[in-house]
């Protein structure tokens, strides 16, 4: 018989020739028991005679009536700790060998040795169950981390709540493994907007995209409560609510919803809320994770009103900043301004038109264009280019007939003179109609490193205005002073004054940029009207690229070949 103790009871796993009821239970006390003597002692127990042996009194099995002779050895583990016991009963009292008890010990021995190797298995097993776990633990502990950092990266770079909808819908191959995820957010004092994606497989909720924060469903609750809101399966969702808050999300699939609360800007809450399509729990770490990713897009909603409020500042400004085209007598002028697709979507890009002196609605003494470009695309490079438009109008009005180098000079020594560290290019040019009946007008210019202007001429054909000198901000470095460049410009002649953002392309040089905007000029059809011209640019040259990081101006003088008729655009 082989018996195995543990605790108070022994287990037989071994049994030939025991009757019942240790044949069936394969189970027996271990309370004074001669398994328990040899565990104490760690020494094998012989007993010749059971009835005179107070060893084994007590062993409801070795003390029994029909045992005689006993005959115990400890089988013990690695360590030597005693498992239990290997022993032989006899009917009667009996007088134990040496080569009895020498073959007792060594099949004590063999069922050791096979113990142990069934506890090292045993052992392993364990071991490798609990490195599975830790190893299942570890990996999902790094796909939260992951899903948590890819969730903080993509939305500490959403710029717009569209952008910060589409990153919250893509939470749903993350670890949570949601099938639906929402976003509400409030709108007013007293309504919840449903912000939906159409990219999700799943949803959008029915009903109204707007609901009052005082209905009786889970996201309502949960944005009036402000806590996270859990509901593992539908009848919690049922003894929640309305029969109407469970057939909605019913009608959606989802058995399981988590709603979390987006506290924000003046304490108003939005919720995000994660659906599944199976009943489920939240545990301790998935609450973690969901408040987590809440607190992230509570962010990015700060900080997309953030942005949203600085660029429409900025926008306003720098709209004000722009000049309203006047109307001109024997000219017909026409400009835009583009922001930039990043950041502030301004930047330091600015374009003027400027009638001096005395001009009376109906004169035609002359006008002054300028078009230039502040180094930098954002709010710090749109101030310096307020402040040197009004340093730049300030020379230009100070100096009517130009020439145009000298406003360059005089701004330029204004800029060092009141430490205003601006630096870009820019073009000076004045345009006076001739004295005759010609309708020709003649154009000086002066360029400070700026792209160079293009005429397109009445007959389609092109001409870049070459001569430009280094860009302003520097004057000592110049070794030369700014000079002068005249041209005339003929009825049907358009000049096209723009900044770099027009023509400028990753991968290419500036002189293709310049070749791409005459043949855009040239395809034009012929038109007294600049508007279609500038607008037509835009179209041909901007939109193809999509999202562009430079702004962009475009200035358009055309001298009409018809009956003077003065607009502006």
């Known amino acids: 018989m082989v018996s195995l103790i543990a605790g108070h009871e022994l287990t037989l796993p071994g049994l030939c020739g025991v009757g019942e009821p240790w044949g069936s239970t394969r189970r027996a006390s271990a309370n004074r028991s001669a398994v328990a003597h040899q565990v104490t002692t760690g020494e094998p127990l012989i007993v010749a005679d059971t009835t ?27 360590e030597g700790r005693v498992l239990g016991s290997l022993c032989v009963l006899d009917h009667v009292p009996r007088q134990w060998s040496g080569a009895e008890l020498d073959l007792l010990d060594l099949l004590a021995e ?45 939305l500490s770079r959403a710029e717009d709540l569209a952008q910060i909808r589409a990153t919250v819908t893509e939470l749903v191959s993350g670890q949570l493994a949601p099938v639906y995820v929402g976003l509400t957010l409030p709108e007013g004092r007293a309504d919840l907007h ?36 859990l509901y593992p399966d539908p ?32 304490d108003t809450t939005g919720v995000l809320l994660f659906g599944w399509d199976r009943p489920h729990e939240v545990d301790l770490v998935e609450r973690t994770v969901i408040t987590t990713l809440a607190g992230y897009v509570t962010h990015a909603l700060e900080r997309a009103d953030f942005l949203q409020s600085r660029v429409s500042v900025a926008r306003r400004l720098q709209e004000a900043m722009l000049t309203r085209v006047p109307e001109v007598n024997g000219m017909r002028l026409a400009a835009c301004y583009v922001p930039a697709a990043s950041d502030d979507q301004v930047g330091g890009d600015w374009y003027d038109v400027i009638v001096p002196g005395t001009q ?22 749109a101030t310096l280019m307020g402040q040197v438009r009004s340093m730049g109008r300030q020379a230009a009005w100070e100096r009517p007939a130009g020439p145009p180098s000298a406003v360059v000079t005089a701004l330029e020594q204004a800029c060092v003179a009141t430490g205003l ?38 007959d389609g054909t092109t001409t870049i205005l070459h001569g430009h000198d280094m860009l ?98």
């Not at 084994?56 to 002779?69: E, I, K, M, N, Y």
């Not at 560290?421 to 309708?439: E, F, K």
């Open 52 to 78: 005179v042996d107070l060893r084994v009194r007590g062993d409801a099995l070795a003390g029994s009536p029909r045992v005689g002779a006993y005959a115990g050895f400890p089988l013990t583990d690695a």
């Open 360 to 381: 009376h609605p109906g004169d035609s003494a002359g006008v002054v264009l300028v078009v230039g470009d502040i180094t930098g695309h954002d709010i710090d490079a």
């Open 194 to 229: 449903r912000i939906d994606d159409p990219r999700q497989a799943v949803g959008p909720e029915s009903g109204a995209e707007v609901y009052d924060v005082g209905d009786d469903a889970p996201i309502a609750s949960t944005a009036r409560r402000g806590v996270l809101s």
């Open 421 to 458: 560290a601006a630096t870009g290019t820019m073009i000076q040019a004045h345009l006076l109609p001739l004295a005759d009946s010609s309708r020709e007008w003649v154009l000086t210019w002066a360029n400070a490193g700026h792209p160079p202007p293009v005429v397109r001429h009445a």
């Open 235 to 266: 009848a919690s969702i049922a003894a929640a609510f309305p029969p109407a808050a469970q057939r909605r999300y019913a009608e959606m699939g989802l058995h399981a919803i988590a709603c979390a609360p987006l506290r924000y800007a003046d």
């Open 110 to 154: 063999s069922c050791s040795s096979v113990l142990r190797a069934r506890i090292a298995a045993a052992d392993a097993k364990c071991e490798q169950v609990r490195s599975t776990r830790a190893e299942a633990a570890l990996q999902a502990a790094l796909d939260r981390s992951q899903l948590l950092l890819t969730a903080s990266q993509a």
């Open 472 to 569: 302003f901000g520097h004057p000592h470095l110049r070794d030369r002073p700014v000079l002068d460049h005249q041209v005339r410009l003929l009825p049907g002649d358009t000049v096209v004054f723009y900044t770099d953002g027009l023509i400028e392309r990753r991968g290419s040089d500036i002189d293709e940029g310049i070749t791409n905007l005459r043949e855009v000029l040239a395809a034009l059809r012929v038109t007294d009207d600049p508007r279609h011209l500038v607008d037509e640019c835009v179209r041909r040259l901007l939109v193809p690229v999509g999202r562009h990081d430079d702004d962009v101006v475009l200035l358009a003088a055309h001298i009409p070949t018809g009956p003077d008729r003065p607009s502006r655009s």
